[in-house]
């Protein structure tokens, strides 16, 4: 396959980065900095990989068999007005103009598929109910925000086969929720955040990145699947797990307090979870590698 990624600089997209070109597939990196890309990606350990910064990215797209959309500005940072509009923005415009990219490609030079990015955010926050793909959207800003970038992608070409995943909270190495709690953790001996009620719909990012590749190859994968482990978890249980891992006891609760200090309104991202099951992934018979949250954290801390 030949490929074209936004986002591909960021904590999915690095990984998916490396995982199609060790299958020995032709990658494009659509970005927006050709610098920041060819640091993340220097030629000396991706030969080969072509960086295309918005200028080159139509001739990118036509003539790639799939184009992945991973952009936009990461949720997880303190809000202001600005950024909330920056988040929004962000996802929107790229997937606009990505579609529309698409949408202007010849038949025979246009992608076959398009797997675009969305969020469990979709949904809205709950305690108590259970989301799966035919569930209602929510009501608040990050559900807003989903469903505007979600509508954008499905309005490419009836011929292109869309596949819409809605992520949850993506467990991985070297970047995503877990960079920013286990400093918390250790500064406070590692407890719960907040009530330690709420819901946690996780994902090892090597899951996601195989549900990406699976989506880019079956034809089966159309349509909104949700991106997150079959088990999710109350956050006090993830924090359990996390402090025994670390070695750490988990005793003492990170006050939501300090939560919202470093993460202003964005705090509301791990204070307010919802329970999401992959039903689609499921139905297709994807194979989770990680399945409980307690192996995803062991691989990922050992």
């Not at 011929?159 to 467990?171: E, K, P, T």
């Not at 929720?177 to 946690?200: R, T």
Request: proline share 6%; aromatic share 8%.
């Amino acid at each position: 396959m030949t490929v074209s990624v936004t986002g591909a600089t960021g904590f999915i997209g690095r990984r998916l980065i490396q995982r199609l070109r060790a299958d020995n597939h032709s990658v494009r990196v659509l970005t927006r900095s050709r610098s920041k890309a060819q640091s993340i990606f220097p030629a000396k350990d991706f030969p080969g990989l072509l960086i295309a910064e918005e200028p080159e990215w139509k001739e990118c797209i036509q003539g790639s068999t799939a184009v992945v959309n991973l952009a936009g500005m990461p949720i997880s940072t303190r809000w202001s007005p600005e950024i909330k509009k920056e988040i929004k923005q962000s996802r929107i415009r790229v997937t606009s103009k990505v579609v529309d990219l698409i949408n202007d490609s010849k038949y025979e030079v246009r992608p076959k598929v398009l797997v675009s990015a969305t969020a469990v955010g979709y949904y809205g926050s709950s305690e108590t109910e259970v989301f799966d793909e035919k569930s209602p959207s929510g009501n608040d800003y990050l559900a807003e925000v989903c469903r505007k970038w979600e509508a954008t992608a499905l309005e490419a070409n009836k011929d292109v086969r869309v596949a819409l995943i809605r992520i949850g909270i993506v467990l991985g190495k070297d970047g995503g929720a877990l960079a920013k709690m286990i400093p918390l953790f250790k500064v406070f001996a590692g407890g719960p955040l907040g009530s330690g009620k709420q819901w946690f719909s996780w994902i090892h990012l090597d899951d996601l990145v195989s549900l990406i590749y699976e989506a880019l190859r079956n034809p089966s994968y159309k349509g909104v699947i949700n991106g997150t482990a079959p088990n999710p978890v109350r956050l006090e249980e993830l924090c359990d797990h996390l402090g025994n891992v670390m070695g750490r006891p988990s005793w003492l609760p990170v006050p939501e307090l300090a939560l919202r200090a470093v993460l202003g309104e964005g705090a509301y991202v791990v204070l307010e979870g919802q329970r999401v099951l992959p039903a689609k992934a499921k139905e297709l018979g994807f194979p989770f590698k990680y399945s409980y949250v307690k192996d995803a954290l062991k691989a990922i801390v050992s």
